[in-house]
């Protein structure tokens, strides 16, 4: 059994995607960070830089309760205990490593961003706000190039690169992504879209929001964007 604790983000679904691609027995454990959830001293043991998602493996190396934070390295781990999604090839592995750190390093960071600025920010802020959807608009044409080289973003067989970056880009048709300017980019999110495990993902993230916001209702949320505010509350669930 793996708890999953998180919130259904785009970094929280990409582990469930895996998780269910995996067939591993698995349960979600809800951290509202609207609530401010993830600076419990209980979740901040699992996830000491208080971000989803987390999981704990009731069945981890050696034996016995495992924990482990960074979605990345989840994916990973997930993929190393049960062979699946990472390819036995060097070459190939190699090629999905570096793709998933892309995601990481870029894709998620910038989309991140922009997602901020635009709808966030207290303020419009232009320089900002075109910065992150120009770099936004770069980054779909990278995934247009790879995919017109490669069936999958990693290599060429599915693996957990792909599962890494579809939560963040699934939402082209908000970004103002042309569609019949990447062709490789639409068949690629139309493979991903016909496979069960991430339709039951996009069925579950929907399900576990609507819960949450319905724990959350007559609750005082926190401005996840407080970044000095955030700061106390870490120190004061660690006594910092």
């Given at each position: 059994?793996?708890?999953?604790?998180?919130?259904?983000?785009?970094?929280?679904?990409?582990?469930?995607?895996?998780?269910?691609?995996?067939?591993?027995?698995?349960?979600?454990?809800?951290?509202?960070?609207?609530?401010?959830?993830?600076?419990?001293?209980?979740?901040?043991?699992?996830?000491?830089?208080?971000?989803i998602p987390?999981?704990?493996?009731?069945?981890?190396?050696g034996g016995g309760d495992y924990t482990m934070m960074e979605?990345?390295?989840?994916?990973?781990?997930?993929?190393?205990?049960?062979?699946?999604?990472?390819?036995?090839?060097?070459?190939?592995?190699?090629?999905?490593?570096?793709?998933?750190?892309?995601?990481?390093?870029?894709?998620?960071?910038?989309?991140g961003q922009a997602h901020h600025f635009n709808n966030y920010a207290k303020e419009?802020?232009?320089?900002?706000?075109d910065r992150y959807n120009n770099e936004q608009a770069r980054l779909y044409q990278v995934l247009e190039n790879r995919l017109g080289d490669s069936e999958w973003i990693g290599c060429d067989e599915y693996s957990i690169a792909d599962m890494a970056s579809y939560p963040w880009v699934k939402g082209w048709e908000n970004y103002g992504v042309d569609e019949a300017a990447h062709p490789n980019f639409m068949r690629w999110i139309g493979a991903m879209e016909a496979r069960p495990a991430v339709q039951r993902n996009n069925e579950m993230a929907a399900e576990i929001r609507e819960r949450m916001a319905k724990d959350a209702e007559g609750k005082e949320e926190i401005n996840i964007f407080d970044t000095k505010a955030n700061k106390d509350m870490l120190a004061k669930a660690t006594g910092g």
């Open positions: 059994m793996i708890e999953l604790h998180s919130t259904p983000t785009p970094n929280g679904q990409k582990v469930m995607i895996m998780l269910e691609e995996c067939g591993l027995e698995w349960t979600h454990v809800d951290v509202s960070i609207r609530l401010g959830q993830q600076f419990t001293p209980e979740f901040l043991k699992l996830s000491p830089n208080n971000k987390a999981i704990i493996d009731k069945d981890g190396p979605s990345g390295a989840i994916l990973i781990y997930l993929a190393h205990k049960t062979g699946k999604f990472l390819p036995e090839d060097e070459r190939a592995r190699f090629d999905c490593l570096q793709w998933l750190i892309f995601q990481m390093g870029h894709i998620g960071p910038m989309f419009k802020i232009p320089y900002a706000m």
